[in-house]
């Protein structure tokens, strides 16, 4: 008979954060680039589809925020937010095809459905969810743009108004009429 192997526990994957992921990146690893485009492509695409009303343009906007940051990694401030980071470059480029378009002239909420609801139930949730996109995309841009930063992303007034090159008390106001304009709407 054979001697017994002993075997080792699996190790599980270190989570590596956005700064790690940054300096692989900028040291030849472009894989490490593609993490970060993993980590925040959902994210970036749903700021773009609020911003821009448009799944097909959004989805370019997106890749091209992506481009611009990984050719503009290497301008990127050590010990800032990547995610601050992208929504900016995001936003911004968005701005720009706005503008274009108004010359020559989304997405998804997260749902929380319960696995044991009924039938009756999802379907009311769904209803209730479509009622809250149509209203956010009734917003005018400046608050659907907020709120879609603020409860959709997860973002805290400081980051807001980095992305949005706004002064923090602009983004408050803005994020107390967009609820208020929300809750009228849902109300009636």
């Given amino acids: ?20 992921l940054i300096a692989a990146a900028l040291a030849g690893r472009p894989d490490a680039f593609g993490e970060l485009v993993g980590r925040y492509e959902r994210a970036v695409y749903n700021l773009a589809v ?24 290497n301008t990127f401030r050590p010990g800032a937010k990547f995610s ?5 470059i995001c936003y911004r480029g968005c ?23 009924g039938p009756a139930q999802l379907a009311e949730r769904h209803d209730e969810a479509q009622r809250l996109r149509r209203a956010i995309d009734e917003l005018p841009e400046k608050y659907r743009t907020v709120i879609t930063l603020y409860h959709l992303q997860g973002k805290q007034y400081e980051e807001i108004a980095t992305v949005l090159n706004l002064p923090l008390g602009t983004v408050k106001t803005h994020l107390f009429r967009a609820k208020d304009l ?7």
């Fill in 1 to 20: 008979m054979g001697a017994a192997v002993a075997m080792e526990p699996p190790v599980a994957a270190a989570v590596v954060d956005d700064q790690e």
């Fill in 50 to 73: 609020r911003t821009l009303r448009d799944r097909t343009e959004a989805e370019d906007a997106a890749q091209e925020a992506f481009f611009k940051a990984y050719r503009a990694l």
């Fill in 84 to 88: 601050t980071w992208i929504f900016t």
């Fill in 95 to 117: 701005c720009d095809r706005l503008a274009k378009r108004k010359r020559f002239s989304g997405d998804e909420l997260p749902d929380s459905a319960d696995p044991a609801a």
């Fill in 182 to 188: 929300l809750r009228k709407a849902l109300t009636t």
